[in-house]
């Protein structure tokens, strides 16, 4: 579907001659103008893989004046390793991201940005992977792009980079993803069926492997034994508010992301007002991820029934209510320590390990007359150990609605809050039933989270 080709400025010449060529090569008697001629003439997109910063510009003016002179219907793709990745076998030095990201913005607005990060010759090793880090830092740069996006993915880092290539693609429904590889490597094309298996979209995935390897990966994919493994899940969409130079909280359709100075997120709408015989439940994943900064002491805020949005805003985590409406607040650390607590009432504390940063909270609310409330909070570690803690509050205060609010302050790492679900459930009414039974009546509240305003 594509013709792709790496494009050098002839013998490193600042103000040399662009021409198709692969380092260590620095000539070639293919000029990137004799490529367009014959390319742009084609039924396939055009793939341009730019190895240093200076050959960008001129380049991209050349494109702007061919396709601006006549119809061409070609995809065009711009590629460039512009961040530094699993390189640790030989020096990698980035295409400069500002430069490469302001001349396609300029001279190719429309161009689809095929960026990347610097990988090694030998990616065997057990640190090579797409880290956090790394990630994170790319999540902040395309959250500020119009342009299309497409992230290339080495094969042979698949498996490693599992949760960090699904944070990727939750971010936008837009972004897609280009699984390439190279001929010396060893890929699992297993990793690789199971990965396409855990997208809904197929068409958010592109492939750039050698013969060898798309041949062996088509094959898998037509074994009766291949088994698929769903990453969706039952959540809701996000749709954000933000200051153009809010960084630091990255929202996706089904994750919050929150890394250096913190912020955070707030329901839109307001949560269900719960009646008698009635359950509210709020779920989801906190995870404290490892990033190249030490690990300190980390912690995420999440309130239930916020009531008055604005004052939090200005106030995190110290939001008033009026009258005699009271909201529930979950303080969770890294470490696995947690407070729970009414506002203005009663705290109880609880601890869970993990092996892996990871927990799953679950909170609930229910009354038994509609007057009275009843707050109940599971904290399970997300690791083979499985570890619990529970912990309950009571108020006399009236059930009230309010919004859902998750916030971070300052953090020496980052924080993932995925996979929030908002959920209403009746009580069985007779036979003197002691719990919620999803079985009588279920409502899932995708809206509950599903428009969210950012406010920093």
């Known amino acids: 579907m594509m013709l792709e080709a790496d494009v050098l400025m002839r013998n490193n010449q600042v103000n040399g001659t662009p021409v198709m060529a692969h380092p260590p090569a620095v000539d070639s008697n293919l000029t990137l103008a004799d490529f367009l001629k014959q390319t742009t003439t084609s039924s396939k997109g055009i793939k341009l893989d730019f190895k240093t910063i200076v050959v960008v510009e001129p380049s991209l003016k050349m494109i702007e004046n061919m396709t601006s002179s006549r119809d061409v219907k070609n995809p065009i793709w711009l590629n460039a390793d512009i961040l530094p990745g ?40 057990a640190e090579n992977y797409y880290n956090w880090s790394q990630v994170i830092s790319m999540g902040k740069l395309v959250s500020q792009i119009s342009q299309p996006i497409t992230l290339p993915i080495r094969a042979v880092l698949v498996k490693r980079s599992w949760e960090q290539i699904h944070w990727l693609l939750d971010l936008s429904e837009t972004f897609t993803i280009t699984i390439w590889s190279s001929v010396s490597d060893k890929v ?105 900064a030490p690990n ?18 200005t106030n995190i985590g110290k939001a008033s209510s009026s009258g005699d409406g009271k909201f529930v607040t979950l303080v969770l650390h890294n470490n696995g320590d947690f407070q729970f607590s009414i506002n203005g009432g009663d705290t109880k504390l609880g601890s869970v390990k993990s092996d892996t940063n990871m927990f799953k909270f679950l909170i609930t609310e229910g009354s038994p007359d509609g007057k009275r409330r009843t ?22 205060s009236e059930p009230m609605a309010g919004h859902l609010l998750i916030s971070t302050g300052v953090q020496s790492g980052a924080v993932l809050v995925q996979k929030v679900e908002i959920r209403l459930a009746a009580s069985e009414t007779s036979g003197g039933g002691k719990g919620p039974h999803y079985f009588h009546k279920f409502l899932s509240v995708l809206w509950a989270v599903a428009a969210t305003t950012l406010y920093l």
Request: with cysteine; glycine share 4%; net charge positive.
């Open 188 to 292: 699992d094309v297993q990793d690789l069926v199971r990965l396409r298996g855990s997208v809904l979209d197929k068409r958010r995935v592109f492939y750039d492997l050698p013969p060898s390897q798309e041949k062996a990966f088509k094959a898998a994919l037509k074994s009766p034994g291949t088994k698929y493994i769903s990453n969706s899940v039952n959540s809701f969409g996000w749709r954000v508010i933000a200051r153009k130079q809010c960084e630091d909280v990255l929202v996706g359709r089904n994750s919050v992301m929150f890394s250096g100075k913190g912020g955070l997120v707030i329901s839109d709408k307001i949560l269900y007002k719960i009646t008698a015989y009635y359950y509210l439940f709020v779920n989801g994943i906190c995870s404290f991820v490892k990033t190249d």
């Open 375 to 396: 707050f109940k909070c599971w904290i399970t570690a997300q690791d083979s150990k499985k570890e619990e803690a529970f912990v309950s509050l009571e108020t006399e």
């Open 296 to 313: 300190h002491k980390r912690s995420v805020i999440i309130q239930v029934h916020v009531e008055n949005a604005k004052s939090t805003v």
């Open 86 to 125: 699993p390189c640790y076998d030989k020096i990698c030095v980035p295409v400069d991201h500002f430069r490469f990201l302001s001349f396609c913005k300029k001279y190719f607005p429309k161009a689809t940005l095929s960026i990347s990060w610097t990988t090694g010759y030998n990616m065997t090793t």
